[in-house]
């Protein structure tokens, strides 16, 4: 079908490129030889109002690689900085990534269009602007399941292949990611201009930003320290969301922070399989800066360096009588992030009311399952057996079963204060508590069948077993389990470059 007046493949309207020309370049992405489409996301094309049809073709396959820049695109590189595992990094940027344009979708929200490994921009320094098949699939499938967790996150629109090698530990295939995202700001974004002392930009990015993502503070007096405590809510929602599903994103730097309180930029991260509060999986987080039990704190580190950015717009002529604002702000983060998680355990717990001990009720669970290497997924999923039945599942997670029977009796006598029944409770329990999440032995599985033979069966499958990971189905147990211990014992993720 050609493209009309009346239906053009995106209705761009970019506003980052148009209210903020000094904050990106404009660039344009590499040309690529022989783009193939690996995967394409119809129901979020759908979602962003997109021609899906043309889209999914051929005509996509040349959009989504860089070589056809669709109409009403703008590709601009954005600008950012980064604290990366607590050093600071003034110029970090959009080294391999363009930003193409917005759309408004069908819920009226506007949402950022953009490719990773799009090849070279002014931010590459020594790096080639480009991303390989495997991290590429990596993050499609990990953004499609927290997607379908409900937790916050960017997507893949599509996935294509270039038909060109790219070089790393060996050669492997190329590949340019479609991502969306409520924006690409980042923390980082904001520490780019407060480093380098423009004041103006640095206002104008966080004017864009309020408009963008906190309309209702448009008019307050004291809108950039609203804006600071806007941040601090949707990261505390966020990060107590990862916990309850056991996720690590491996690589909280700055600049991998989003101001939407989206999860962005799937590189080393992991979910973890036996419940560890020092679980780590990146090869680079030698120190374990971002374990498990790390994220909160890391979290109000990171709204830390935020707030410094800030200070100089709370108060334009003594920066530092702003500083005790900011750290009120700061300061209240735990008490934030803890009312996220309990409201989140009560839910797990299949609890409505709230009562005093829930939080240690939870917390006393979560160290069983330490002190006995229990899979964090399967523990929390076959509790809810545990609520209505006999829990006969959840007793065999268990090689001592006699601390589990006298938790099992608090919670028992804590669940008879619920106006609920026992099935109601195990029903919302496992609307909760997914069986399927994102193994690491399944995702490398699928990537390895991928990036080996092309095969895209198992990748697939993966992502259609995941986009429901509450519902329980016959036939996909070995989609539910464990890896085997030494797999896991064994396990490294990398960055995505
Ligand atoms: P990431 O690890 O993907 O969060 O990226 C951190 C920084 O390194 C960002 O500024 C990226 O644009 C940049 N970067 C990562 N990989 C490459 C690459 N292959 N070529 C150029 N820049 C890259
Ligand atoms: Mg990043």
């Not at 990534?97 to 929200?109: K, N, S, Y």
């Not at 036939?475 to 211990?485: F, K, Q, S």
Request: net charge negative; charged share 25%.
């Amino acid at each position: 079908m050609p493209e009309t007046a009346a239906r053009p493949l995106f209705r761009f309207d970019n506003s980052y490129a148009r209210e903020l020309p000094g904050l990106a370049v404009p660039f344009q992405p590499a040309r690529v030889p022989a783009p193939s489409m690996l995967y394409f996301n119809r129901a979020l094309a759908e979602e962003l109002d997109l021609d899906a049809d043309t889209l999914a073709g051929d005509r996509g396959a040349a959009v989504f690689s860089g070589n056809d820049v669709p109409d009403g695109a703008t590709p601009i590189a954005q600008a950012y900085a980064g604290h990366q595992f607590g050093g600071f990094s003034p110029s970090l940027g959009d080294g391999r990534a363009l930003l193409l344009g917005e759309v408004t979708d069908r819920h009226g929200r506007r949402r950022d269009i953009a490719f990773k490994g799009s090849g070279r921009t002014p931010f590459s320094r020594g790096g080639d602007g480009k991303a390989a098949v495997g991290p590429v699939l990596r993050e499609t499938i990990l953004g499609e399941a927290m997607h379908a967790l409900g937790i916050p996150t960017t997507r893949a629109l599509a996935a294509v292949t270039t038909g060109e090698p790219v070089f790393r530990e060996d050669t492997v295939p190329g590949a340019v990611l479609t991502r969306v995202a409520a924006s690409h700001l980042r923390v980082g974004t904001f520490q780019y201009f407060a480093a380098r002392g423009e004041l103006d930009k640095l206002r104008q990015l966080a004017d864009y930003t309020i408009r963008r993502h906190d309309a209702e503070l448009v008019d307050h007096p004291d809108r950039y320290v609203e804006l600071l405590r806007a941040v601090a809510e949707r990261q505390a929602a966020l990060v107590a969301r990862w916990m309850h599903v056991g996720f690590i994103h491996g690589v909280m730097n700055t600049d991998n922070m989003t101001i939407s309180g989206e999860t962005i930029d799937y590189g080393p991260c992991a979910f973890m399989e036996a419940h560890d509060p020092a679980a780590v999986f990146s090869s680079i987080d030698t120190h374990g800066r971002y374990a498990y039990a790390n994220q909160p704190l890391i979290a109000r580190w990171n709204l830390a360096r935020l707030a410094e950015t800030l200070l100089p717009l709370i108060d334009a002529d003594e920066p530092e009588q702003a500083i005790p604002r900011v750290v009120e702000v700061i300061d209240a983060f735990p008490a934030r992030y803890e009312r996220h998680w309990l409201t989140g355990a009560r839910a797990k717990l299949g609890l409505d009311r709230a009562e005093e001990d829930d939080g240690a009720l939870a917390r006393d669970w979560l160290a069983l399952l330490q002190a006995q290497a229990v899979d964090h997924t399967l523990a929390w999923r076959y509790l809810a057996d545990a609520a209505d039945g006999e829990g006969l599942r959840l007793q065999a997670l268990f090689e001592d079963t006699r601390p589990l029977m006298d938790w099992l009796a608090r919670w028992h006598n804590r669940g008879a204060l619920e106006a609920s029944t026992p099935a109601e409770r195990a029903l919302r329990m496992r609307g909760t508590s997914p069986i399927y999440i994102a193994r690491n032995h399944r995702v490398e599985e699928a990537l390895a069948a991928a990036g080996a033979d092309g095969d895209l069966g198992p990748f697939d499958r993966l992502l259609e077993v995941l986009a429901q990971p509450f519902d329980e189905r016959p036939g996909l147990e070995t989609y539910a389990a464990p890896a085997p211990v030494e797999v896991t014992a064994r396990y490294r993720t990398f960055c995505g470059t």
